[in-house]
């Protein structure tokens, strides 16, 4: 995976391709000083089906106050990229209110998703589940971000 400040740093991997949103990616994977290059999207997205994260995922987190909080993901796969939005309700509310926008990849069943503003999300896909872990941006310790867990169901 190549890394890059400017998708001009992108134009020998490929036709198209283009630098991702500054400090996405996790960790050291790559590290968030540094975006990676992203394929192009293509012309249709994928279909819906046992190969594809296109649709709206709803489930909850671990408890992020004294009881679970309900989230849902509205995604749209386009070859191996994803782009969608994270929503979030008040715990015991189906009202979801819009969190993010998020983008990402998918390599084989599992879903890499990063947002401008810092949340990440990794999960595993199998049928119509998702299950990994979301993380928040911290808010006073940059060593200390929210990781909770995430288990979600195509709706």
Known sequence: MKLCKTSADCADV??????DTPNSGCCTDPPKELARCVAPYSAEPAPE???SATGTWTGTTDPLTESETP?????EERGANISGKV?????????FFELDNVVG???ADVLKLTSSAGLTIEAKRTADDLVGT????????????YVARLELKRR
């Open 105 to 107: 990849t998918r390599s």
């Open 49 to 51: 089906g046992s190969s």
């Open 71 to 75: 989230v849902q993901l509205q995604l």
């Open 134 to 145: 979301i993380r928040f941006p911290p808010l006073d310790d940059p060593a200390q971000p």
């Open 87 to 95: 929503l979030l309700a008040s715990p015991g509310s189906t009202k």
């Open 14 to 19: 490929g036709p198209g391709y283009f630098c």
